[in-house]
């Protein structure tokens, strides 16, 4: 069930701010987190000052030398439709032998979830050469915050990338720059169907003591 979220003031600049929030609740989110596959996302979707709520969590994100090299692309409602006609157009430019049926499926894709939010990774040139990998791992986590922060309200989500991420006609007709790229369609809504677990990681597979 979605909460309102009922979020603390933005800080002052410079106001003393606790190293750490003990939390059980944030523990146990993170221990059993999962995405909803698109396939399995629908109606209702979280409204405008959830968004706003999300994307001001979202921005609290590490970000080496307060760059901010991220942005986002807001895709609700009505502009489903035209998201969905420049994923079509995308797909007859890569593929010009797609049947009508392909395309329809193409524009049918945003309706999978009433809100699409498109991360773009925006970095930029400062005067220290800030490593755009630095930056483009910002985006990615802010990727990842957005998707706790709107679990933690109550949405179902899913990041993807899918074909249309790298598509040079969707990030045009998306206002991407030259230097930009898509970090990621966060796809939000309610689950109609529950996520199950899937195979992970373990610790003693991917940690390893360093001894020198
Ligand atoms: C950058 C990025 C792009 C992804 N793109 C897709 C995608 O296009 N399609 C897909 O099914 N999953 C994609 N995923 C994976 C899902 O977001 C998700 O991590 C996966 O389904 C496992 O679920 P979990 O988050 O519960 O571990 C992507 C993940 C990342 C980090």
Same mark, same amino acid.
């Given at each position: 069930?979605?909460?309102?979220?009922?979020?603390?003031?933005?800080?002052?600049?410079?106001?003393? &701010? %606790?190293?750490?929030?003990?939390? =059980?609740?944030?523990?146990? $989110?993170?221990?059993?987190?999962? !995405?909803? #596959? /698109?396939?399995?996302?629908?109606?209702?979707?979280?409204?405008?000052?959830?968004?706003?709520?999300?994307?001001?969590?979202?921005?609290?994100?590490?970000?080496?030398?307060?760059?901010?090299?991220?942005?986002?692309?807001?895709?609700?409602?009505?502009?489903?439709?035209?998201?969905?006609?420049?994923?079509?157009?995308?797909?007859?430019?890569?593929?010009?032998?797609?049947?009508?049926?392909? &395309? %329809?499926?193409?524009?049918?894709? =945003?309706?999978?979830?009433? $809100?699409?939010?498109?991360?773009? !990774?925006? #970095? /930029?040139?400062?005067?220290?050469?800030?490593?755009?990998?630095?930056?483009?791992?910002?985006?990615?986590?802010?990727?990842?915050?957005?998707?706790?922060?709107?679990?933690?309200?109550?949405?179902?989500?899913?990041?993807?990338?899918?074909?249309?991420?790298?598509?040079?006609?969707?990030?045009?007709?998306?206002?991407?720059?030259?230097?930009?790229?898509?970090?990621?369609?966060?796809?939000?809504?309610?689950?109609?169907?529950?996520?199950?677990?899937?195979?992970?990681?373990?610790?003693?597979?991917?940690?390893?003591?360093?001894?020198?």
């Amino acid at each position: 069930m979605p909460i309102k979220a009922n979020l603390p003031p933005e800080p002052e600049f410079a106001a003393p &701010l %606790a190293p750490n929030h003990p939390s =059980p609740e944030t523990l146990r $989110l993170l221990a059993l987190r999962r !995405s909803t #596959p /698109v396939a399995a996302l629908s109606e209702p979707g979280p409204a405008a000052d959830d968004i706003d709520a999300m994307l001001r969590l979202a921005m609290r994100v590490p970000d080496h030398r307060k760059l901010e090299p991220w942005r986002v692309l807001i895709i609700a409602g009505a502009a489903r439709a035209l998201f969905g006609d420049v994923l079509a157009a995308a797909r007859h430019l890569r593929d010009p032998d797609a049947t009508q049926d392909q &395309l %329809a499926a193409e524009r049918a894709l =945003p309706f999978r979830a009433p $809100l699409i939010l498109c991360v773009v !990774s925006s #970095p /930029v040139h400062d005067k220290k050469n800030t490593p755009v990998w630095e930056q483009q791992l910002s985006a990615g986590a802010f990727c990842q915050n957005l998707l706790i922060a709107s679990q933690a309200m109550g949405w179902a989500g899913v990041w993807i990338s899918e074909d249309a991420a790298y598509d040079g006609h969707v990030q045009a007709a998306l206002g991407l720059s030259g230097h930009e790229q898509i970090a990621g369609f966060i796809y939000l809504g309610t689950a109609k169907e529950q996520p199950v677990e899937r195979q992970r990681a373990t610790v003693s597979n991917k940690a390893t003591r360093w001894t020198g």
